[in-house]
């Protein structure tokens, strides 16, 4: 069964981090890549970010870029999103995705549950 499970959603104040995990089980990890989207109430899913595992390359949307950082441990078959500098416009339910042959830019196979960030002005 495959399974993405996010976990590390919560509230904060503006200007405060948080740590989102994505732990994926059920497929062949190292042939995809994972990305994180969101979704805020009356709003379109967007791209947040994404690694490739199978060769390392990231993706950030412009809106994220030098607050977020996504990295990966194989080993454990997880995905993080460092969430620094959060803002109002932060808060959205955070979305782990897992995208068929290593690259950011194809379809999505998988989907996890969603957390929720509350980013408190």
């Known amino acids: 069964e495959v399974q993405l499970v996010e976990s590390g959603g919560g509230l904060v104040q503006a200007g405060g981090s948080l740590r989102l995990s994505c732990a994926a089980s059920g497929f062949t990890f190292d042939d995809y890549a994972i990305g994180w989207f969101r979704q805020a109430p009356g709003k379109e899913r967007e791209a947040v970010s994404c690694?490739?595992?199978?060769?390392?390359?990231?993706y950030y949307a412009d809106s994220v870029k030098g607050r977020f950082t996504i990295s990966s441990d194989n080993a454990k078959n997880t995905v993080y999103l460092q969430m620094n500098s959060l803002k109002p416009e932060d808060t959205a339910v955070y979305y782990c995705a897992g995208l068929d042959y290593g690259s950011c830019f194809d379809e999505v196979d998988y989907w996890g549950q969603g957390t929720q960030v509350t980013v408190s002005s």
């Open positions: 690694i490739s595992i199978r060769d390392g390359s990231t």
